[in-house]
């Protein structure tokens, strides 16, 4: 009968955890709606502060909008050319066909609605 010795036990639980990797916060934070389509409008920020994300690594995107009656959509921009690289209209997961440096605004689809704060997260997946 094969008793393991304290030490081939711990390496053993060492190696474990590195199989199972944690979700790690990228981005997260509160920003206003992009009713006013600019990032800063000289008094409320309306996109997140650039992040870096890395080609095919998956990341969970959540976010909440004060308000009885919102919906807003994620943008995920480039934030050196502006241009949309991704959106979703709820949350959910992304994972890049290249690495660069993101933004994202959060732009309102109920008629009548904006200028609401947005509370986001950006993390990768579990």
């Known amino acids: 009968m094969y008793i393991p010795t304290a030490q081939s036990v711990l390496t053993a ?35 997140t502060a650039p992040f870096l994300v890395t080609k095919s690594t998956c990341y969970e995107i959540k976010w909440s909008t004060e308000g009885t009656l919102t919906h807003t959509t994620a943008e995920v921009r480039d934030a050196g050319s502006g241009e949309i690289v991704y959106y979703r209209d709820t949350d959910g997961q992304w994972t890049p066909e290249k690495g660069e440096l993101v933004y994202m605004d959060f732009k309102p689809k109920v008629p009548g609605t904006g200028n609401s704060t947005v509370e986001y997260r950006v993390t990768t997946c579990e």
């Not at 955890?17 to 006013?36: Q, R």
């Open 13 to 47: 639980g060492l190696a474990l955890t590195g199989l199972h990797n944690k979700p790690s916060e990228v981005a997260s934070g509160k920003v206003m709606d992009y009713a006013v389509e600019k990032c800063y409008d000289g008094d409320n920020t309306r996109c």
